[in-house]
């Protein structure tokens, strides 16, 4: 055979080759891709762990570290709110109730007002809720009773920071919640000092002890809030610029207690003792009101779109509740474990969870398992729901900043930010395909993260 011959032969085999199956190609080129991007970014030193899959042939084009256990972040928010649909389904909703025992004269024996943890629930929920007293005519009551059947054990994670149980995205997750149980001051720079009001949530009582510092003060010393006897102190020093700081509430059963004797007080009811709390409801009550949450879609959009960690734990909590009947944070991780394991038939020995939300840096996922849900759920009747759940890359959310026209309204996908991790993880539409990826990157100091970002977009356009 003529050598001219076999050349074009032997050029028409590799070319047909790479026709069918192209993705050995892709493969190649994402892990130069991600190559290049490490080093161009400066993250030799972090460590990454990344999966990318075409979905339809369930065929793996970049696997680095895969099968590794990394500190996931906000990628946690991924199980709750499957587990939550799964679970619980996408028509649940939260119920807050009224009940009363005996009416005399304008006068009520019991009120029991029977909380269920609603994320969602705010001082105006609560005025709907008291007005139906108002409109009984009710104008005395003897004993109020919060009833608290649902939760309990703590309400953060066991090892969360003190630093995040400070911020508002480290508020308690409560029985009681109210207003996300967080309020939100402003800091005005004035002089050598800040100016600071409350503009958001219930009334608390703070200390200003904050000084405006300068670039060699810096050096020396940091912001610093704390409570003390129901007082949040705020001292150190800050840089002279004006902040917005979101606060948690320390007590959310005692804001809880002080909104309704002020809602009872504009209603013109009396009140003739403290409130009191119980885990059980009488017999022969009779309902008065109730207010019901959105469904549970719409509170795991806002959860994940936002990455409300207040509603993740909640829903954990909640989740925990009705399979184990024990409404705690360790209940629920658990049940959402078995969840995905029993209804997703998903391999979960290699995980650890300590909480619902990725406030615990002792949470550990794989970027393996992280696509095999999402790949399972893709299969599930839920994801029609789900994948319209999470942020839109360029659009919605916390991926609404970030810049790529050619990702832009292609990605859907989870975000995670910790101390030291950042995450992406999600469904990526291109080339008439679903591509599930995962991108975990731990160990970087606070200047690299934005590097982290970088990567995650290196390798995205690179598939487009």
């Not at 029985?175 to 005005?188: C, F, K």
């Not at 509603?311 to 024990?326: C, P």
Request: charged fraction near 20%; charge should be positive.
């Amino acid at each position: 055979m003529p050598i001219k011959l076999l050349k074009s032969l032997l050029l028409f085999f590799i070319l047909a080759v790479f026709i069918a199956y192209p993705l050995s190609v892709n493969s190649i080129e994402l892990n130069q891709v991600l190559d290049n991007s490490i080093e161009q970014n400066d993250l030799q030193s972090a460590q990454i762990a990344v999966k990318i899959i075409d979905s339809e042939k369930n065929t793996v084009i970049l696997s680095k570290n895969a099968d590794k256990n990394f500190i996931p972040a906000s990628n946690t928010k991924l199980l709750t709110g499957i587990a939550g649909l799964l679970f619980l389904g996408k028509d649940f909703r939260f119920e807050t109730k009224l009940y009363y025992d005996k009416i005399n004269n304008q006068s009520i024996d019991n009120l029991y007002i029977e909380f269920s943890g609603d994320p969602s629930f705010t001082r105006k929920d609560l005025h709907k809720l008291l007005i139906s007293l108002h409109k009984k005519n009710i104008k005395n009551i003897k004993n109020i009773y919060f009833v608290n059947r649902y939760f309990e054990g703590r309400d953060t994670p066991i090892n969360q920071s003190n630093t995040s149980s400070i911020f508002g995205y480290g508020a308690p997750s409560s029985i009681y919640n109210l207003n996300e149980n967080a309020i939100t001051l402003q800091l005005i720079p004035q002089s050598n000092t800040f100016e600071v009001s409350q503009s958001v949530g219930e009334k608390i009582n703070f200390i200003n002890k904050i000084f405006i510092a300068s670039a060699e003060q810096l050096k020396t010393c940091q912001f610093n809030a704390y409570y003390k006897d129901n007082t949040l102190v705020l001292s150190g020093c800050l840089p002279s610029n004006s902040y917005t700081f979101s606060f948690a509430i320390e007590d959310p059963q005692q804001q809880m207690q002080q909104a309704v004797l002020a809602e009872l007080a504009q209603l013109k009811i009396s009140l003739d003792t403290q409130i009191k709390t119980t885990n059980k409801l009488p017999d022969n009550l009779t309902l008065l009101a109730k207010h019901k949450s959105v469904d549970l879609t719409q509170l795991l959009k806002h959860m994940l779109v936002t990455s409300d960690n207040l509603y993740a734990q909640t829903i954990t909590r909640t989740i925990g509740y009705y399979y184990n009947q024990v409404g705690s944070i360790v209940s629920g991780k658990n049940a959402i474990i078995k969840i995905l394991k029993t209804k997703l038939n998903l391999d979960t020995d290699s995980i650890q969870l300590e909480d619902g939300a990725g406030m615990s840096e002792n949470n550990l996922l794989s970027a393996d398992f992280i696509v095999s849900l999402l790949q399972k759920i893709s299969q599930n009747k839920n994801f029609k729901i789900l994948k319209y759940l999470l942020p839109i890359y360029g659009e919605t959310g916390t991926l609404k900043n970030r810049s790529s026209k050619l990702l832009k309204g292609k990605v859907f996908a989870k975000t995670g930010t910790e101390t030291t991790a950042v995450a992406l993880s999600g469904y990526l539409y291109a080339n008439n395909k679903q591509y599930i990826f995962s991108i975990l990157v731990n160990n970087l100091k606070n200047s690299q993260k934005s590097s982290a970002l970088a990567l995650e977009k290196d390798l995205l356009e690179s598939i487009c």
